[in-house]
């Protein structure tokens, strides 16, 4: 969407926070906040759909399942970090299996030999910004992990909360910095422990506090999109999770695990068919684990 036509953030912050005052209800909600980088010439047109596709895939599981729905989309010349913070500043929930959604489609990396850290590093960098990724003071500024990010939005209260990341998961030569280090090992020290599953019953058990932390690729290995669809990634998860819709009729449980792991076996196989660069197949496995607040869960 061209800058000159684009709703200024303010007005589309306040549309959000008031959609959320006005909505205050008995049903649960689903928030959902949509960053996709459809300023930059590269990616504007996949970033486009995937944020369609995103949009269009959770209002239909809120009408399916009776949950509020409350969505904020940061795209274009809005597309800036602080404009991220604010939107989460905004969240306001108001019962108990209240939903959180973090979506991101642009570009992402990981550091050098930093294999132990799963998720890439998300782009938050202003869309006026010229790209300086070989100047490390201003990567460290302006990009954030997508593990950070989802420790954001935990904060804000919300007993299920999802950040997802379609992006390239590639390596760049630098050494994670100090503070980046340090804010890693801050949300080691505060995430609940990983869970290998995730059952209807604890799903939709009211005392279990469940994250949910997905990335479309594994360390060193960068994303494939497609100007017809979008992000493979992406184009996968909407359609799987549109079909997971239909097939449970009742109740707001969805296999989430089997869902992915779905999702991933596609995109794997669909990115296999691109060349990433020098005659080279795509190789592209998503990431995503399961966090359980075992001391909130019941016993």
């Keep these: 969407m061209p800058a000159s036509k684009q709703t200024p953030f303010p007005q589309l912050l306040q549309k959000f926070k008031y959609s959320m005052r006005e ?105 006026n910004d010229q790209k300086k990724y070989n100047d490390i003071e201003f990567i460290e500024k302006y990009t954030e992990n997508l593990a950070v990010i989802l420790n ?64 479309s690729s594994q360390y060193g290995q960068p994303s494939v999109a497609d100007l017809s669809v979008g992000s493979i990634f992406t184009h996968h998860f909407t359609k799987t999770l549109a079909d997971s819709i239909t097939k449970h009729p009742k109740g707001a449980y969805l296999p989430w695990l089997k869902l992915l792991q779905k999702t991933s076996r596609q995109a794997f196989k669909d990115a296999q068919g691109y060349d990433i660069g020098g005659g080279k197949r795509g190789k592209q496995k998503a990431v995503f684990e399961v966090f359980i607040d075992k001391e909130l869960a019941r016993q």
């Design 23 to 127: 909505k205050v209800k008995k049903q649960p909600r689903l928030v959902l906040i949509i960053f996709a980088n459809t300023h930059d010439k590269q990616l504007n047109k996949g970033c486009e759909k995937d944020a369609a596709a995103v949009r269009k895939v959770f209002k239909e599981l809120c009408d399916h399942i009776h949950f509020d729905f409350c969505a904020i989309e940061i795209t274009g010349s809005n597309y800036r970090r602080d404009n991220v913070i604010k939107a989460v500043d905004a969240i306001i929930l108001h019962n108990e299996n209240d939903v959180t959604v973090f979506y991101y489609s642009g570009h992402g990396f990981s550091y050098e030999k930093d294999s132990r850290r799963k998720y890439p590093q998300v782009d938050m960098r202003a869309h």
């Design 152 to 215: 954001i939005i935990r904060f804000k209260g919300a007993r299920i909360n999802i950040a997802i990341g379609d992006c390239c998961n590639s390596t760049i030569p630098f050494k994670r910095p100090k503070k980046s280090e340090k804010d890693m090992n801050i949300v080691k020290g505060i995430m609940p422990g990983k869970s290998k599953v995730l059952t209807k019953k604890l799903f939709s058990d009211p005392y279990a506090a469940i994250s949910i932390l997905v990335s």
